[in-house]
């Protein structure tokens, strides 16, 4: 199974970006697709999550609202958009990919594959 991230880049307070995560290997739908980012000197946090049966979605309370993860099935790629981008949520971004019954979507023990990362800068 290999997970691409793509999408990061440098964007000004109140932009937008989207991230997307291709998969091969792995039909997308069939699993819980999840997004992660990590700033310097912080641990990795859970942002958002689209789930494999019915589609539902989790997002972490600071991106409510402003972020949305949605899911091609033709393509086999996993999309957030990012929009009103804030200093904040400058990191690197990973998507990831759970096999099974997850424990927790917010997890990131609960994942089994991992993308590379792709950064985001935003500025003030």
């Known amino acids: 199974v290999q997970l691409q991230a793509s999408g990061g880049g440098l964007v000004q307070a109140g932009g937008s970006l989207r991230l997307s995560c291709a998969a091969s290997?792995?039909?997308?739908?069939?699993?819980?697709v999840g997004w992660f980012r990590q700033a310097p000197g912080k641990e990795r946090e859970f942002v958002a999550a689209i789930r494999r049966i019915g589609g539902g979605t989790d997002y972490t309370d600071s991106v409510k609202g402003r972020f949305t993860i949605h899911r091609d099935n033709a393509k086999n790629t996993v999309y957030t958009q990012m929009n009103s981008l804030k200093p904040e949520d400058t990191a690197v971004y990973y998507c990831?990919?759970?096999?099974?019954?997850?424990?927790?979507?917010?997890?990131?023990?609960?994942?089994?594959?991992w993308g590379q990362g792709t950064l985001v800068t935003v500025s003030s």
């Open positions: 990831a990919l759970g096999t099974g019954i997850l424990s927790s979507t917010r997890d990131p023990r609960a994942y089994h594959y």
């Open positions: 290997g792995r039909t997308l739908r069939d699993h819980t």
